[in-house]
Every structure is written in C-alpha cells, then in structure tokens.
C-alpha cells in the first residue's frame, strides 16, 4: 500500500484539511518524516506528533507557502529517501 502525501492543507479550523498527515502510515510503523520551510529551516517531526501538523511553529501560525518533506518509510536509517512539497493555504 502506497503513502499518500497531501498536496496542501488548510490549518484555518473548518475540520476540513486542517492537519498536514499522509495517509496509509500505518504500513511503516518506524515511518520517518521531517517537514522544512523554503529557507530549510527545520519545522516539524512526524515523530514528536503522530497526529498530523497543525501549521504552527513555536506557538506562531506560518504563512502561506510552500513546504518540503524528507520521508523514509523504514526509518532514519533507510536506504530509501523520498522528498517533495505541499502547500499551507492559509
């Protein structure tokens, strides 16, 4: 089963997309993902919140734009590396 990545999400409290969370996780339970601003700077770890990312950093809400991913399937330490983006609409 294939993880399904999100194009974009709207964290604006509608219940609709509000959360950034692929889908079909639960195959790869040592799943490793890392979220990053356009500047590199490091955003979030699916590891520190399995929920899904709500668009906040350091308790600010951050603006519309796009955001790139690193996800390992396997774990940090997995041969296999995937990167890519969405976007936050805000």
Excluded: C, Q
């Excluded at 993880?3 to 079909?24: E, K, M, R």
């Excluded at 040592?30 to 950093?57: A, M």
């Amino acid at each position: 089963m294939a993880i399904i990545i999100p194009s974009y999400f709207t964290p604006d409290g509608d219940g609709v997309n509000d959360l950034w969370l692929p889908a079909n996780m639960e195959v790869y339970p040592k799943i490793y993902i890392k979220v990053y601003d356009r500047y590199g700077r490091f955003i979030y770890s699916l590891e520190d919140n399995k929920n899904g990312w709500d668009g906040i950093y350091e308790d600010n809400t951050l603006p519309t734009g796009d955001y790139w991913y690193v996800l390992k399937p396997n774990g940090l330490n997995d041969g296999k590396e995937f990167i890519g983006h969405f976007t936050l609409y805000r």
